[in-house]
């Protein structure tokens, strides 16, 4: 019986490889697309479950609006493999399918899999030949979202945990933001006009 938050591809016989869920809370997101757009801190910890090499990836995605509503995914960093270091890059195309879920596929059109995160969870798989890969999508929250995948195949054993963290815009020295106090430049300290003591007794952060 397939789970309600799984997306299943036929592929190679044998058992599904199967990495951990996240406990906690999830964070249900009604349309993929709206909730990825934008920038996103990205850290990815790699593991060869078989020969016992760990590797980290560091830098950041963006996923920005293209043609027909398509959103178009850019990860670009730095990949430290058993300690060598060396520039990397990955991209996907999202294409929406109109009920707040999306196709995902790589960047030359190929498909790769579907994405519905409306309960806040999601499995995908994806055959490649004679490898399967595994992933399990999990929101954590309005700025924060998880994938697991895991990948077997002949020779091969690896997982890989990705956490995706919001990057929020650089707010300029003398601009206001939600959250930041700032005093009119020509009142007196104590004056009902200083927005900041206005803001502080209103209880606005």
């Known amino acids: 019986m397939t789970d309600r938050h799984e997306q299943r591809h036929p592929g190679p016989a044998g058992p599904d490889p199967a990495p951990p869920e996240p406990s906690g809370a999830v964070h249900p997101v009604p349309d993929v697309l709206s909730y990825l757009a934008g920038r996103w801190r990205v850290h990815r910890s790699v593991a060869d479950l078989g020969g016992g090499g760990r590797g980290v990836f560091e830098g950041t995605a963006a996923f ?4 027909d509503g398509v959103l178009c ?3 670009e960093g730095t990949f430290t493999w058993r300690g060598t270091a060396r520039p990397a890059r990955r991209a996907h195309r999202y294409l929406p399918l109109g009920d707040g879920t999306a196709s995902v ?4 059109g190929r498909p790769f899999h579907l994405l519905d995160l409306r309960t806040g969870r999601w499995t995908a798989r994806h055959p490649c030949a004679a490898d399967r890969y595994l992933g399990r999508f999990t929101v954590l929250g309005p700025d924060r979202w998880q994938v697991v995948w895991t990948v077997r195949g002949p020779g091969k054993d690896v997982r890989m945990s990705t956490v995706h963290e919001r990057l929020r815009p650089v707010v300029p020295p ?3 933001s939600p959250g930041r106090q700032m005093s009119h430049p020509t009142s007196p ?3 009902p006009r200083d927005p900041g003591q206005t803001m502080e007794r209103s209880g606005a952060r």
């Open 64 to 67: 920005t609006g293209g043609a």
């Open 73 to 75: 995914h850019a990860e």
């Open 105 to 108: 596929a790589f960047e030359d």
């Open 174 to 176: 003398g601009v206001w």
């Open 189 to 191: 300290p104590g004056d």
